[in-house]
């Protein structure tokens, strides 16, 4: 049996399918055999389970293991990073309530990591995966693609950009390193960024 046409946007209370055809999931509702809408988005079947779910538009983000998100460094210990998630990389809205994350020296990057000060400093700004969402939300940045997107001059607090071997600063020259995330362009994280609600 294929899926069914459901409108691409949908409104609460919108009838989506019978419940003896498919699962009623996240976004939806049942109500005597019949699943409706419960939020305003995007419906979808999934094809696996058959089940009926709503993307809600504009939803408030939620952390969740595996999920990409932007942190920024707090604080560093000897043995882990402590940050405040901002959001995560496919909505880039804030995420309410300013979660406190760790990164462990561990799973800052691969192999072997001497000091934790040597891959970021507080205010950095890192893309990290999330490893656990709960009850403590803990990251990783080991992979080549995560680590620092946004940094700024230890000395005079300018936005560094990418040189050669390491970070430069514009303003006063001053040369730093990070463990930062492959792919960052060339013209400066600072794009990177999440936007302000």
């Given at each position: 049996m294929s899926a069914p046409e459901l409108p691409r946007l949908v409104l609460p209370g919108d009838y989506l399918g019978a419940a003896e055809e498919f699962l009623p999931g996240r976004g939806t509702y049942e109500?005597?055999?019949?699943?409706?809408?419960?939020?305003?988005?995007?419906?979808?079947?999934?094809?696996?389970?058959r089940t009926v779910r709503v993307e809600?538009?504009?939803a408030i983000?939620?952390?969740?293991?595996?999920?990409?998100?932007y942190a920024r460094v707090e604080e560093l210990k000897t043995a882990m990073a402590i940050c405040t998630v901002l959001a995560t990389a496919t909505s880039r809205r804030t995420v309410p309530g300013s979660p406190e994350?760790?990164?462990?020296i561990s799973k800052?990057?691969?192999?072997?990591?001497e000091s934790l000060s040597g891959e970021f400093a507080v205010?950095?700004?890192?893309?990290?995966?999330?490893l656990q969402a709960r009850p403590a939300v803990k990251l990783s940045t080991a992979a080549a693609t995560l680590g620092v997107v946004s940094a700024r001059c230890q000395a005079c607090h300018a936005l560094l950009t990418p040189g050669p071997k390491d970070l430069v600063c514009p303003r006063c020259g001053h040369r730093e390193h990070r463990k930062l995330a492959k792919g960052?362009?060339?013209?400066?994280?600072?794009?990177?960024?999440?936007?302000?609600?």
């Open positions: 109500d005597r055999g019949r699943i409706y809408a419960s939020v305003l988005g995007t419906a979808a079947v999934d094809p696996r389970d809600p538009k504009n983000p939620e952390i969740r293991d595996g999920d990409l998100v994350g760790t990164v462990h800052a990057r691969e192999g072997y990591t205010g950095d700004i890192l893309l990290a995966r999330v960052v362009p060339p013209g400066g994280p600072a794009a990177h960024e999440p936007a302000a609600e």
